[in-house]
């Protein structure tokens, strides 16, 4: 990604859950991706930005295009929060693990609505989510 390629949301807000929604929406169908894969990825964005607020109160949010060695053109969207981390990222990972009383499966959810799925985290560090789809 280039500098004047990246878009940056800051997430310190529910409002901003609308923006970012927003922002990947216009970003992914510029891009060629599909009204279903754009519908997924909005998904998978607002699931994770609700757990950087939830978590760590505000975060940031990044999004560009991004192509696969063999071949495809798509979108890379990254968050990053400087929150008090995940001490254990696979059972996180898991459908219905929750620290806060909710379902459980917002981590788990937006990995299953895209296309490759990082997560990188260390307690009293913070969480980066970096989420790929691609449009072939």
Sequence with gaps: ???????????????????????VREFAARHGLS????????????????????HAGAGMMWLGPSAREEGGDGIVVSLHDDGPGIRDVALAMQDGYTTRGGLGLGLPSARSLVDDFRIESEPGRGTTVTMWKWSS
């Design 1 to 23: 990604m280039t500098p004047a390629s990246v878009v940056r949301v800051p997430i310190r807000d529910e409002s901003d859950l609308v923006v970012a929604r927003r922002r």
């Design 35 to 54: 009204d279903v894969a754009i519908e997924a990825l909005a998904t998978a964005i607002t699931e994770v930005a609700r757990n950087v607020l939830d």
